[in-house]
């Protein structure tokens, strides 16, 4: 059966033309599973009881089960483990900071890409979610979040750039004004630099904001614990950001994870503030939160010392301080363990699925 969640406003209105009901029905069926939030159709009551007996005929409004739901004690992040219809693992987060309810959302289960630092990148990809069961994680989190979401960011399991359509999608449902009517504005998309992606959206002059994960300013270095850096390489990648802002007049944000002995000397920091400085950003620096010993998280000393020294040269840099990091949900540690695939824990790129998802970008953009 097919679920509501993943239909655009018009995609249903085609569905209610065929069925030769009137416009409204549109708004009503929006507002309803997205506004209010109902999980079942004879919540409807606007509808006539043919009507909704139809529409739960055709449709679900929720396929996921929640397995596992953790909250930190120490900053109140709250971390969701979801079954999806076909059985497989997403997480999602809630993040509370002051004002800020940022939810962290899902775009693959696991990743193709292997970043080194990162749970995800140890399951390898296995399949990509569509825009409804993005969706449904923004209104399963709404309905148990203490306040509703300010910002939706797509930092969650996966690479967003290489499902790109399906998350295009979902930011649209989520922001569609008869539904959620979330502000464009305030959707990040984040991606690890996959180029063809960065362009298409510039070009296609996506309202949402764009995110890159840099984690290294050195060549060498981004290709030690990120291996997409080898096929995207820093230059192009700053190229594609410098398109991204002429095209949508947009400041770019920079993640970068912070790993003690790694990239956090000043050399680094100059590096950053180098290679960075043609592109109107923001950059965020991060403290490692890998599991692992090899990354091991910066000394307080040295991340004031590096963010003093991107901060006089660049437009704003803010430290995001290590939520969650108690119940495995900040960054780069979401892992549904029981979706790991253990071989592809050797940190490597999953050729086949990016070359395959490469190509599809491609083409778009040829198109
Ligand atoms: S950091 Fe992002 S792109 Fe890299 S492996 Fe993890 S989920 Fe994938």
Known sequence: ???????????????????GEPRFRVKQVYQGAF??????????????????EKLAEDFTLRSFKELERISSPLDGTTKFLWQMADGRKIESVIIYEGKRVTFCISSQVGCALGCTFCA??????????????????????????????????FMGMGEPMLNYDEVMRAAEILSDNEGLNFSR?????????????????????????????????????????????????????????????????????????????FNDSLDDARELVRITRKVPCKINIIPVNSQDDNF??????????????????????????????????????????????????THKVDVQTVKMKDERLKMKEKI
């Open 1 to 19: 059966m097919r679920n509501l969640l993943n239909l655009t406003n018009e995609e249903l209105q085609n569905y209610f033309n065929e069925l």
């Open 35 to 52: 506004q209010k939030g109902y999980e079942r159709f004879d919540r409807f009551t606007n509808l006539s009881k043919k009507l909704r």
């Open 120 to 153: 995800t990148g140890k399951m390898g990809w296995l399949r990509d979610l569509n825009a409804g069961e993005i969706v449904e994680q923004v209104l399963q989190m709404s309905r148990q979040a203490k306040s509703p979401p300010t910002n939706i960011v």
């Open 185 to 261: 504005r305030k959707i990040t998309i984040s991606t690890s630099g996959i180029i063809p992606g960065i362009r298409r959206m510039a070009d296609e002059e996506r309202p949402y904001r764009l995110a890159i994960s840099l984690n290294a300013a050195f060549q060498h270095k981004r290709e030690q614990v990120m291996p997409i850096a080898k096929k995207y390489p820093l230059p192009q990648l700053m190229e594609a950001a410098q398109y991204y802002y002429r095209k949508t007049r947009k400041r770019v944000t920079f993640e970068y994870v912070l790993i003690a002995g």
């Open 296 to 345: 091991p998280a910066p000394s307080e000393a040295k991340l004031r010392q590096f963010e003093q020294a991107v901060q006089d040269s660049v437009y704003a840099v803010t430290v995001r301080n290590r939520k969650g990091w108690d119940i495995q949900a900040a960054c780069g540690m979401l892992y549904a363990t029981n979706e790991a695939k253990g071989k592809a824990a």
